[in-house]
């Protein structure tokens, strides 16, 4: 069975040591190929949110929940908001890999300088004046008599609401002002030791939604946010529509003007290209629909925000999911999409070799029987010219030595296609042998 299995119609060795180099040498390319690109994206990302019970909180835990369909673990830690997650993101040393920052916290030229991106903007989130009923507010320019919380130094709030007042012409320093964290803040305003408090958060907030519907709690309307917005290009004038809050009680009984800043997802350039495109969809689905001041479809979106868009993040809101990614997996498509530049090289280097690699086969297995030739010659001009007293000597001397060339042939393992060739070389091996018994015989 050994010896059948010899003489095969294909010579797998061969086959291995013809392709061999060239394989090793194309799977080392489409190594380095593969740790150049980084097709796939980190397992885990951090991802910094806001205060607790904030809107940035709960959608924070919604990311999470998105980002854990594709195997990616989402570490949220809580911050004051959207001026500390700014800060973060500018810290070297801060382990965040994303964050919601409100739009007018930075400057483009700021954040080109910083290496950060946006992967879009997500929502409105308004300025949400509430005072106490009694405080009867009317005008900003009151606030001069109130006290009024103005949020956490690392939310967004505080120099949010400085550049209104500013635009009233009302100082600053003439507002009695606190900062306190959001739910503390609450309470304050609940049991009337401040008279007013200032928000800037999507409704989703736990606390926004509480406050709209407590009794002697009121919120501020801003009648000139049109004027707001042209004056500030990063706010937006956005309407809260009577009754959206609870429709059976008519709350609100009318409809309220409010200005709005956008949240964005912000992060750092160096963020994996692939977990951007994650996080677009990610976005999408739980940003896409309609909510109390967008229309289905309007977020998220590659505008409201001064910080650059991600290319990818781009590309992804206007032309919608890649074409793979709608009929195969994620982890597929990004692959294709991602290693598409050395699947087309492998292509272009594949097709030359396909019609390289057989003559290459043939020769390989032929070689075995040619190299044989070279010992056969050998012979032949070893018999030629030999002086008469040395004749007796070296034929018989030759004649050993083919029969030892023979022996070994007859041993060459050689696929079937190819036996034509082995047996004209044992025919060449007899007719030498004849051609040097003949001399011998011709010379006695």
Same mark, same amino acid.
């Given at each position: ?74 570490? $949220? ?29 930075? &400057? ?59 635009? +009233? ?122 909510? *109390?001041? +967008? ?29 793979? &990614? ?7 498509? +990004? ?27 043939? *020769? ?51 696929? $079937?296609?190819?036996?034509?060739? $082995? ?14 018994? *003949? ?6």
């Amino acid at each position: 069975m050994k010896k059948i299995l010899k003489f095969t119609s294909f010579s797998l060795r061969d086959l291995f040591v013809t392709i061999g180099p060239l394989a090793i040498l194309i799977a080392a390319a489409c190594y380095f190929a593969y740790k150049l690109i980084n097709p796939f994206p980190p397992s885990q990302v951090v991802f910094s949110t806001g205060q607790d019970s904030s809107a940035y909180a709960e959608f924070g835990k919604k990311y999470a929940k998105e980002l854990s369909k594709f195997g990616i673990t989402t570490i $949220l830690k809580s911050s004051q908001g959207s001026e500390e997650n700014l800060r973060l993101l500018n810290d070297e040393d801060s382990d965040i890999d994303i964050a919601f920052v409100q739009s007018g916290s930075t &400057q483009h030229a700021d954040a080109e300088r910083s290496g950060l991106i946006s992967i879009g903007s997500l929502f409105y989130e308004p300025v949400w004046l509430f005072y106490r009923e009694s405080a009867q507010l009317k005008n900003l320019t009151q606030l001069k008599k109130m006290k009024v919380n103005v949020g956490t130094d690392g939310s967004g709030v505080p120099k949010l609401f400085n550049a209104i007042l500013e635009a +009233n012409d009302i100082d600053i320093t003439r507002v009695k002002t606190s900062k306190l964290a959001d739910t503390p803040a609450t309470v304050e305003l609940l049991a009337g030791r401040i008279d007013a408090l200032v928000f800037s958060s999507a409704p989703d907030g736990l606390l926004i939604q509480m406050l709209l519907r407590t009794p002697g709690v009121k919120l501020f309307d801003f009648s000139q946010a049109e004027a707001y917005s042209r004056r500030f290009p990063y706010l937006s004038h956005v309407v809260l529509p009577r009754g959206i809050v609870d429709f059976s009680r008519d709350m609100p009984v009318k409809n309220y003007h409010l200005i709005a800043p956008t949240a964005t997802l912000v992060a750092r350039e160096d963020l994996h290209p692939a977990l951007v495109d994650l996080i677009a969809q990610a976005a999408v689905s739980i940003h896409g629909g309609a909510g *109390w001041f +967008n229309k289905k479809g309007e977020f998220p979106n590659g505008s409201y925000t001064e910080i650059p868009v991600a290319p990818q993040a781009e590309k992804f809101y206007r032309d919608g999911a890649p074409l793979l &990614q709608r009929y195969f997996p994620f982890w597929v498509a +990004n692959f294709v999409e991602r290693m598409w530049i050395v699947i087309v090289a492998l292509g272009a280097l594949i097709i030359p070799l396909s019609r390289i690699l057989p003559p290459l086969y043939v *020769w390989k297995v032929r070689s075995r029987v040619y190299r044989w030739y070279g010992q056969l010659r050998s012979v032949e001009q070893t018999i030629e010219d030999v002086p008469p007293e040395k004749r007796a000597e070296v034929y018989p001397e030759q004649l050993r030595r083919l029969r030892e060339i023979e022996e070994r042939v007859n041993q060459i393992s050689i696929p $079937l296609s190819f036996a034509d060739e $082995l047996y004209r070389l044992r025919s060449h091996i007899n007719f030498v042998r004849k051609r040097i018994v *003949w001399l011998g015989e011709s010379q006695s």
